[in-house]
């Protein structure tokens, strides 16, 4: 028979792991939420901060489409988890749209028209910085994707090799959830809001 000292621990340790688990749910995905939004405003400030030295114009094309973008992930970052973004999948299959956003098509073609090519290379590092805390805002909210991840870095690694294992940390999670989902769609729908 279980004595009362016996019975008093099963307790705590039961309010404890309650407790914990509240706290695990509920603060980490606020902080992991935070800490998206930060690093989406420092590339937007980063962006903002290029064009204001005279880099890009802001009437620039393919800046007013990049800003747009962020802000958009910005306001609606709580909706980038894997389960909204398979449930916007499957809808766009069922109403039969096609995966051809018209962000995209908007992008790359701004993207041509800016002449300076130096210009154009910096505007593509910031919208992959953007996507890079897109593809880790989702990944890292699903145990699935992040199992996956897992499974990329050695495909990762043997396509740059082990010197760019920097590059690997970075790349690794864009890699999977391009894989995994359309990023035009994740795109098309951040700049729709």
């Known amino acids: 028979m279980i004595g009362i000292g016996a019975?008093?621990?099963a307790v705590q340790v039961g309010i404890c792991v309650v407790v914990f688990s509240f706290v695990l749910l509920k603060f980490l995905a606020d902080l992991r939420l935070d800490e998206f939004r930060q690093q989406m405003f420092i590339v937007r400030d980063e962006l903002f901060d290029y064009a204001a030295t005279g880099n890009v114009s802001f009437d620039e094309?393919?800046?007013r489409l990049l800003r747009k973008s962020m802000n958009g992930f910005i306001r609606y970052g709580h909706q980038l988890t894997f389960f909204r973004l398979c449930v916007t999948m499957i809808e766009l299959k069922i109403h039969g749209k096609t995966s051809e956003s018209?962000?995209?098509e908007d992008w790359l073609q701004s993207l041509q028209k800016v002449r300076d090519d130096e210009?154009?290379?910096a505007l593509e590092q910031f919208h992959e910085r953007a996507m890079t805390c897109v593809a880790e805002r989702v990944i890292f909210g699903s145990?699935?994707?992040i199992s996956l991840?897992?499974?990329s870095v050695p495909i990762l690694v043997a396509r740059l090799g082990w010197q760019n294992?920097?590059?690997i940390r970075i790349k690794a999670p864009f890699f999977t959830l391009s894989h995994v989902l359309d990023t035009r769609i994740i795109e098309?729908?951040?700049a729709a809001a």
Request: charged content about 15%; overall charge positive.
């Open 7 to 9: 019975l008093t621990l």
């Open 61 to 63: 094309g393919s800046y």
């Open 102 to 104: 018209k962000w995209t």
């Open 119 to 121: 210009v154009r290379t």
């Open 143 to 145: 145990p699935v994707l």
């Open 149 to 151: 991840v897992l499974c």
């Open 165 to 167: 294992l920097k590059q």
């Open 188 to 190: 098309n729908e951040a």
